[in-house]
């Protein structure tokens, strides 16, 4: 994390079309470090596209999306290596514990976490209790907590958030409320897509879709 000391993330002129239809079109907006985004619409407006256009795991149709780290532009490899993402759309193995999905997810991203570290992830998401537990026996809001954990393990300085608040109770609100602020304090840049006003009000930026 100490390498990347100074991060933007800039959309220019992005827009994107799914054959004729406009999904969004001529986004530009430059967010640094210790900031965040909030991208807001309706349910099929494209929060999620765009999300996964800054991640790297699709095409804008037009305009180019740049995460600069001292200046200089990542590749592809580089994004994805300092990047986390929450979203919907990310599966556990159901057979394996928390702790050993943690150890996997961590893995594949060419990472070492320690049991110390895997603890201090579960301990920050309130799973201590149930980290040798099979996923499969965890709720949904457990689930939603565990995709924090296992971002934080990752250590990243880039925060992807999609619906960050789904499935959570009370106390899981306040969680990621507090995480989001802890990570702009830690220079950070947050990325969220929400409907939620309290998640928006983080947001020094905001893209409204329609």
């Known amino acids: 994390m100490a390498m990347y000391q100074s991060m933007s993330v800039k ?16 986004l530009t907006v430059t967010v640094n470090s210790g900031q965040c985004l909030a991208i807001t619409g309706p349910n099929g407006s494209g929060k999620s596209t765009l999300l996964k256009l800054i991640a790297g795991l699709g095409k804008a149709t037009t305009g180019t999306i ?3 780290v001292n200046g200089r532009e990542l590749d ?8 986390g993402l929450v979203s919907p759309e990310i599966i556990f193995y159901g057979d394996m514990t928390g702790r050993e999905n943690i150890v996997f997810f961590t893995r ?9 570290q895997v603890e201090e992830c579960f301990e920050t998401v309130g799973l201590t209790a149930y980290k040798d537990n099979l996923v499969h026996t965890y709720s949904t809001g457990m689930r939603q907590r565990l995709k924090f954990a296992v971002m934080l393990a990752t250590k990243p300085l880039l925060w992807l958030l999609d619906e960050p608040s789904s499935n959570l109770d009370a106390d899981g609100k306040t969680l990621v409320n507090k995480m989001i602020v802890k ?15 309290w998640e928006a009000q983080h ?5 409204e879709l329609v």
């Open 203 to 207: 947001a020094g930026y905001k893209i």
């Open 183 to 197: 990570a702009l304090a830690g220079q950070a840049i947050v990325i969220i897509g929400t409907n939620e006003p």
């Open 76 to 83: 592809v490899e580089e994004r994805m290596a300092c990047l």
């Open 108 to 116: 594949v991203r060419g990472l070492t976490c320690c049991a110390e």
């Open 11 to 26: 959309l220019l002129n992005v827009s994107k079309n799914f054959g004729s239809r406009i999904l969004f079109a001529a």
């Open 66 to 68: 740049q995460i600069l």
